[in-house]
């Protein structure tokens, strides 16, 4: 552990990317599709925009800081939150610098712009908190524990650039798989990240997931991925409402790992029209027993499935099923 001298802030700095939005020849603009970044992951994928001659891209950034610790110790003042964006491999470095929003200083926004012509591969997006701490000016008293990956080629947000998905005998492997030896896939939320487990017993799923075999098994196939997405999401969601920090007064507070982004990215959908602190609010009076908990299932499942693109997947796959259908009948 690296000591500093000078006190640092203990609590959690969290960022996320909010929108981007491109710039091309002549002044054309485009907003990147929300499928284009990922709350999960932290990574923005330029590459999935629909036109590949952009210039700049511009991220809108939200940062979360503890502010009441900030108020309450006394050690730091000249407070500021900043975002860094560097590439390794061609030594590029932008910094922005965020502004405090209307809630007391626990939430900064701000923007920061990437030019295409600085970066060919993957930068790295951080957030730090700096101020005057001992008399010196300019000390980084806090940042983020991840970066955001911003990559410029990739047209999925993913970290480890592949599904994170780990085949396992469900009979053979781990005690607590054992139990669900029947099932395609379990969801696995033990970890830092997420991870599908997914059952090599199940016959043929693995091929059928790899997209190997006829044209019929590869549009199931699409289907089933859909699926498994969608479920992901469902249960990320369940994890991350089922364990909220509550202030003394009973307010909820979003959790400062990727918990807190997928209960961002979600709860529009879930509580529509609210802000984000209310739709937190009502979802967790409801799980705790203050009202209808089973009314909010449907809205989670619709938040999930939009999110993994299932109303997309399943009419892809009723489209090709009836091509094929056309084409066996000629």
């Not at 709860?267 to 705790?288: C, F, K, M, N, W």
């Not at 499942?301 to 399943?314: G, I």
Request: with cysteine.
């Amino acid at each position: 552990m690296r000591a500093y001298p000078y006190p640092r802030l203990t609590g959690a700095v969290t960022a996320r990317v909010t929108a981007v939005r491109l710039r091309g020849p002549g002044d054309s603009r485009e907003q990147l599709d929300t499928k284009g970044y990922s709350v999960v992951e932290q990574v923005v994928a330029l590459g999935r925009a629909e036109r590949d001659d952009w210039h700049t891209a511009r991220l809108a950034l939200a940062a979360t800081v503890p502010v009441r610790e900030i108020e309450g110790t006394g050690h730091w003042s000249d407070v500021a939150v900043v975002a860094v964006l560097t590439e390794g491999a061609t030594n590029a470095r932008t910094v922005a610098r965020l502004a405090p929003g209307p809630e007391g200083g626990r939430e900064w926004t701000g923007e920061i712009e990437l030019n295409r012509d600085d970066h060919v591969d993957r930068a790295t997006l951080a957030v730090h908190v700096v101020a005057t701490a001992g008399g010196t000016a300019g000390r980084t008293i806090a940042s983020t524990d991840q970066d955001w990956l911003v990559d410029v080629t990739a047209d999925v947000p993913l970290r480890d650039r592949q599904l994170d998905v780990d085949t396992v005998s469900f009979a053979r492997g781990a005690a607590w798989l054992r139990g669900f030896r029947d099932a395609p896939w379990v969801v696995d939320i033990s970890g830092r990240m997420p991870t599908v487990r997914l059952n090599s017993d199940f016959e043929g799923l693995v091929a059928l997931m790899e997209g190997e075999g006829s044209k019929a098994k590869s549009v199931v196939g699409e289907m089933v991925r859909a699926q498994m997405c969608a479920d992901v999401w469902t249960a990320v969601f369940h994890t991350a409402i089922g364990d909220l920090e509550i202030e003394d007064d009973g307010t909820p507070l979003f959790p400062p790992d990727w918990r807190g982004a997928v209960l961002r990215e979600m709860l529009p959908d879930i509580v529509p029209g609210r802000s984000l602190q209310d739709a937190l609010r009502e979802v967790h009076i409801r799980r705790t027993g203050e009202g209808s908990w089973a009314d909010l299932q449907p809205r989670i499942h619709y938040a999930a499935a939009r999110r993994a693109e299932v109303p997309k997947a399943l009419a892809a796959t009723v489209r090709d099923i009836e091509r094929l259908d056309q084409e066996t009948h000629a």
